[in-house]
């Protein structure tokens, strides 16, 4: 009888859990979103995630307009930290163990662009959902030299962007989309690459690289052309007119 008895409690507490997760799912907007304005903004982003109902209320009371946060990996640690210089304040998060000792080589809507160090195994990382999406394999037999993408690749739009030398007067272009299984790649005609920092970004549908000598190169993704411009290097403040 006590069996009975304690399988019955069971169902009953598994019976209240149900109701008690239903009652959050289905809490007004105006309700739901009171509760998301004392939540930080990781948190905020971590519960827009659960269910669309959550994700409107949660984007309905994020504050857009703050100082941008930065953020490090301390070497002793296996943690992440965000700080806040707005008011001083640190965030540490733990580093997923797939990702201890990776670099960050990129950055845009949240998202980071990450390998270990010397490797061209990609991963794109968000830090406030923990979302990771891994990348195929570039099959490189020497370091790519610059790389970058063009926004979440939660959206279809988003374009991850590589370039390398492998002979003179010879660039290797490889990008890669959501729902690709392999990169593509093409090689065009250029004697541009002399680069010694990441120097990539993207903007109004295209991405921007810089080199060592100033010139300024564009590829286009949705027409895939590669064009080095035909302009003057900007001049630096302290060189003579």
Same mark, same amino acid.
């Given at each position: ?109 949240? /998202?980071?662009? &990450?390998?270990? !160090?010397?490797?061209?195994?990609? %991963?794109?990382? =968000? ?6 999406? #891994? ?47 392999? /990169?593509?790649? &093409?090689?065009? !005609?250029?004697?541009?690459?002399? %680069?010694?920092? =990441? ?6 549908? #295209? ?35």
């Amino acid at each position: 009888m006590s069996v009975k008895n304690n399988e019955g409690s069971k169902n009953m507490e598994c019976t209240k859990e149900k109701a008690e997760n239903q009652i959050w799912r289905y809490l007004p907007l105006e309700l739901l979103s009171s509760v998301m304005t004392y939540l930080e903004i990781k948190d905020n982003v971590r519960a827009s995630v659960v269910c669309k109902s959550w994700y409107e209320a949660a984007v309905s009371v994020r504050v857009i307009d703050r100082s941008p946060w930065l953020m490090c990996f301390p070497q002793t640690k296996n943690t992440y930290e965000f700080y806040d210089a707005s008011n001083g304040t640190k965030y540490a998060m733990e580093v997923p163990k797939s990702l201890l000792g990776s670099i960050v080589h990129y950055s845009k809507d949240g /998202w980071l662009l &990450m390998s270990k !160090e010397d490797s061209s195994d990609f %991963v794109l990382f =968000n830090p406030f959902s923990m979302d990771l999406v #891994v990348l195929p394999d570039l099959q490189l037999w020497n370091y790519y030299q610059l790389v970058g993408f063009s926004c979440a690749p939660t959206s279809s739009e988003c374009v991850v962007f590589t370039i390398k030398d492998y002979d003179p007067g010879h660039v290797t272009i490889r990008t890669w989309s959501p729902g690709q299984t392999m /990169w593509t790649s &093409m090689q065009v !005609e250029s004697q541009f690459l002399d %680069v010694e920092d =990441n120097q990539v970004v993207f903007s109004n549908g #295209v991405f921007y690289c810089l080199n060592r000598k100033n010139w300024l190169a564009v590829f286009d993704p949705s027409l895939r052309k590669w064009n080095v411009l035909d302009v003057l290097p900007p001049r630096c403040p302290d060189e003579e007119s």
